[in-house]
């Protein structure tokens, strides 16, 4: 434990002062400020491979179905400040992150106090400078990342600028019939042998952020699912159901901006209901979606002068590994593959008030997730929210219980081994302890 903490402590810069939830005497007095930015890429200038489906072949997009948006939640109390940002993109890469961050470094924003949640729309560019996600989504142009960052910069700069007190309050509720299990098909006979039945994520929760008068100023929807309606023929760009959920959602609440944060996706399909094309069904499933965020939000009281809190963590990430029944599909791009991938994972925590939001490169499974949560228990938070697709991308996070099933997200996209769930969830849980002040670091 001794080890472990070191090790912790070598790789995390934590930034929090006078944390308790209780102390709301304390007057932290939270102010927030928004700000939104498209950032669509130019198809007629560029061009645009969209990344998401192999399957593609790289071919670049032949048109636009609806806008990409980046939401910008700007967040400061009297000790610091910090930046969520929601994007409509497949996930995010460490170089996307960094021309954010330049680009904003004189108004004191760095890695730490940004986070970038990706809400992996499978109909958003490829913006990946490694060969390895190349060879899959296609080559992509810099100037659209360099673009898009602009654009986000921008927003920050906006968001910064109008900052006015907030309140903030959340609930959340179980939705049935909205998702299914993508890996209940792989080893199901011997799964129904081992008494295992198919794993769901019902959750829906709604952080509501309110002015001092109890207008709503922000709505963040978490919800674990994959934007996979549009299947690989579609060329056009979209920011597929969680893009129709934020703009139902502000539909509904007027003067409040809405981001989508996606959870631990990694073994979740949308159950799709009625509708004529796929178009539809994905209009139908987010604006269904919609209806239930904007009825949580109705419900949510909010409490002013909340702190906030922030945690970035770099671990050591297990050897890099290609699972046996794989090794000689991987022959081909291991090297590719060992060149792109990172030695270390980019772990990220934001605390805002009672609510931890806890940022995961990559695709994690719903066990992963849930035990992500789970692992908050002795942290006091009374909502952790486990986050996939953030700030960087290290491939499907499962345990070691999936991990022996096999099927795509093993077979194809798990780099670390059948011990990078166990992994994860560990550091996660030293992070929120130390987030809440139960650890120290020696
Ligand atoms: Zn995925």
């Given at each position: 434990?001794?080890?472990?903490?070191?090790?912790?402590v070598?790789?995390?810069?934590l930034?929090?002062?006078?944390?308790?939830?209780?102390?709301?005497?304390?007057?932290?007095a939270l102010?927030?400020?928004?700000g939104?930015?498209?950032?669509t890429p130019?198809?007629?200038?560029?061009?645009v491979?969209?990344?998401?489906?192999?399957?593609?072949?790289?071919r670049p997009?032949?048109?636009?179905?609806?806008?990409?948006?980046?939401?910008v939640l700007?967040?400061?109390?009297?000790?610091?400040?910090m930046?969520?940002?929601?994007?409509?993109?497949?996930?995010?890469?460490?170089e996307?992150?960094?021309?954010?961050?330049?680009?904003?470094?004189?108004?004191?924003?760095?890695?730490?106090?940004?986070?970038v949640?990706?809400?992996?729309?499978?109909?958003?560019?490829?913006?990946?400078?490694?060969?390895?996600?190349?060879?899959?989504?296609?080559?992509?142009?810099?100037?659209i990342?360099?673009?898009?960052?602009?654009?986000i910069?921008?927003?920050?700069?906006?968001?910064?600028?109008?900052t006015?007190?907030?309140?903030?309050?959340?609930?959340?509720?179980?939705?049935?019939?909205?998702t299914?299990n993508?890996?209940?098909?792989?080893?199901?006979?011997?799964r129904n042998?081992?008494?295992?039945?198919?794993?769901?994520?019902?959750?829906?929760?709604?952080?509501?952020?309110?002015?001092?008068n109890?207008?709503?100023?922000?709505?963040?929807v978490?919800?674990?699912?994959?934007?996979?309606?549009?299947?690989?023929?579609?060329?056009?760009?979209s920011?597929?159901?969680p893009?129709?959920?934020?703009?139902?959602?502000?539909?509904?609440?007027?003067?409040?901006?809405?981001?989508?944060?996606?959870?631990?996706?990694?073994?979740?399909?949308p159950?799709?209901?009625?509708?004529?094309?796929?178009?539809e069904?994905?209009?139908?499933y987010?604006?269904?979606?919609a209806?239930?965020?904007a009825?949580l939000?109705?419900?949510?009281?909010?409490?002013?002068?909340?702190?906030?809190?922030?945690?970035?963590?770099?671990?050591?990430?297990?050897?890099i590994t290609?699972?046996?029944?794989?090794?000689?599909?991987?022959?081909?791009y291991?090297?590719?593959?060992?060149?792109?991938?990172?030695?270390?994972?980019?772990?990220?925590?934001?605390?805002?008030?009672?609510?931890?939001?806890?940022g995961?490169?990559?695709?994690?499974?719903?066990?992963v997730?849930?035990?992500?949560?789970?692992?908050?228990?002795?942290?006091?938070?009374?909502l952790?929210?486990a986050i996939?697709?953030?700030?960087?991308?290290?491939?499907?996070i499962?345990?070691?219980?999936?991990y022996a099933?096999?099927?795509?997200?093993?077979?194809?996209r798990?780099?670390?081994?059948?011990?990078?769930?166990?992994?994860?969830?560990?550091?996660?849980a030293?992070?929120?302890?130390?987030?809440?002040?139960?650890?120290?670091?020696d």
């Amino acid at each position: 434990m001794q080890r472990a903490f070191s090790k912790f402590v070598g790789n995390c810069l934590l930034f929090l002062a006078g944390f308790l939830f209780a102390a709301l005497t304390s007057s932290e007095a939270l102010e927030i400020g928004l700000g939104t930015a498209d950032i669509t890429p130019d198809v007629t200038t560029f061009r645009v491979p969209l990344a998401g489906y192999g399957a593609r072949l790289g071919r670049p997009a032949t048109g636009i179905h609806d806008p990409l948006r980046a939401k910008v939640l700007y967040l400061n109390d009297k000790n610091r400040h910090m930046a969520l940002i929601a994007v409509d993109l497949r996930s995010s890469t460490p170089e996307f992150k960094k021309q954010i961050v330049e680009k904003t470094a004189d108004l004191g924003m760095n890695l730490d106090n940004i986070f970038v949640a990706a809400s992996h729309t499978h109909a958003g560019p490829s913006m990946y400078p490694e060969k390895f996600w190349q060879m899959q989504f296609g080559k992509y142009d810099p100037a659209i990342v360099d673009i898009m960052t602009s654009a986000i910069a921008q927003a920050i700069r906006r968001a910064a600028a109008a900052t006015i007190p907030a309140r903030v309050g959340y609930a959340a509720k179980n939705l049935d019939g909205f998702t299914r299990n993508r890996r209940w098909r792989y080893n199901t006979e011997q799964r129904n042998a081992n008494g295992e039945t198919p794993n769901v994520e019902p959750k829906l929760s709604v952080v509501r952020f309110d002015d001092m008068n109890g207008e709503c100023l922000a709505l963040a929807v978490h919800f674990a699912a994959h934007p996979t309606i549009l299947g690989a023929e579609n060329m056009r760009i979209s920011a597929e159901w969680p893009g129709v959920l934020q703009r139902e959602l502000e539909r509904a609440f007027p003067k409040c901006v809405a981001l989508y944060l996606n959870g631990a996706e990694g073994d979740q399909s949308p159950a799709v209901g009625e509708g004529g094309d796929e178009f539809e069904r994905m209009n139908n499933y987010g604006m269904r979606l919609a209806q239930y965020a904007a009825q949580l939000a109705e419900q949510i009281e909010t409490r002013p002068d909340l702190s906030i809190g922030y945690m970035r963590c770099l671990p050591d990430l297990p050897e890099i590994t290609f699972p046996e029944s794989a090794r000689r599909k991987f022959a081909a791009y291991a090297d590719a593959a060992r060149e792109a991938l990172p030695g270390k994972a980019e772990l990220q925590l934001f605390q805002i008030g009672p609510i931890a939001l806890a940022g995961l490169p990559g695709e994690p499974i719903m066990e992963v997730g849930q035990a992500v949560e789970e692992g908050f228990a002795d942290s006091d938070f009374e909502l952790p929210l486990a986050i996939g697709l953030a700030n960087d991308y290290i491939g499907y996070i499962v345990n070691e219980k999936e991990y022996a099933h096999g099927g795509y997200e093993v077979e194809s996209r798990s780099y670390y081994g059948s011990g990078l769930g166990a992994f994860i969830e560990t550091e996660i849980a030293l992070m929120g302890k130390k987030l809440a002040g139960k650890a120290t670091c020696d």
